[in-house]
């Protein structure tokens, strides 16, 4: 999928897509960089638009190891499919994380990367993705996903990172990858 199509989709519905562009090759390094991603047996990938940080969790991860992709477009499940035609897409929510790894054959899961705009999102989304995510991913599992730095200075966004806590022993935030359109960090957090 071109940055063409991408804008379109964006500008279709800003608040489902988050993002201007497609992550960086350099955001996609940071968000796999101490989770241990290659060490897990199961691993869910969170709204993975065009594939910019699949094909870093593709290569990060054992073959040997269950990897599951949820993407609620329709045109990014589509081609998805097409550029990674080994792994599995599920198109739907991931408020639906449960059912969708029950349909798949994933009791838990070791890790899970996330590329959701939790800026835009309401509160009672945030809680809704987070509380369905505690339904699947194990006692010591591992999320890693990244915000903006501007989604700092928005309400969501920082009541975003003040959930976290909540639902994690360990919140940790890497450096800002500068090299990313717009500029971002990673929230690397363990249950």
């Not at 097409?82 to 198109?91: A, G, K, L, S």
Request: proline content about 7%; hydrophobic content about 45%.
């Amino acid at each position: 999928m071109g940055l063409m199509e991408f804008l379109r989709e964006f500008a279709t519905n800003p608040s489902a897509i988050g993002a201007i562009a497609p992550s960086s090759e350099s955001l996609g390094a940071e968000i796999v960089r101490g989770i241990d991603i290659e060490k897990a047996e199961a691993v869910l990938e969170y709204g993975p638009g065009t594939g910019a940080l699949t094909s870093h969790l593709v290569r990060a991860v054992q073959p040997s190891c269950q990897f599951l992709a949820i993407e609620r477009n329709p045109r990014f499940a589509e081609n998805l499919r097409e550029v990674f035609p080994n792994i599995t897409i599920h198109q739907g929510s991931v408020a639906d994380v449960r059912a969708i790894c029950d349909e798949h054959g994933i009791r838990m899961v070791d890790c899970i990367v996330s590329g959701l705009p939790w800026a835009a999102f309401s509160p009672e989304m945030q809680r809704t993705f987070l509380d369905a995510m505690m339904t699947v991913l194990k006692p010591g599992g591992r999320l890693a996903t990244f915000a903006y730095l501007q989604g700092l200075l928005v309400p969501a966004g920082q009541r975003f990172a003040s959930l976290l806590p909540e639902y994690f022993s360990e919140v940790k935030r890497s450096p800002t990858v500068w090299r990313n359109l717009p500029p971002a960090f990673v929230y690397r957090c363990r249950r």
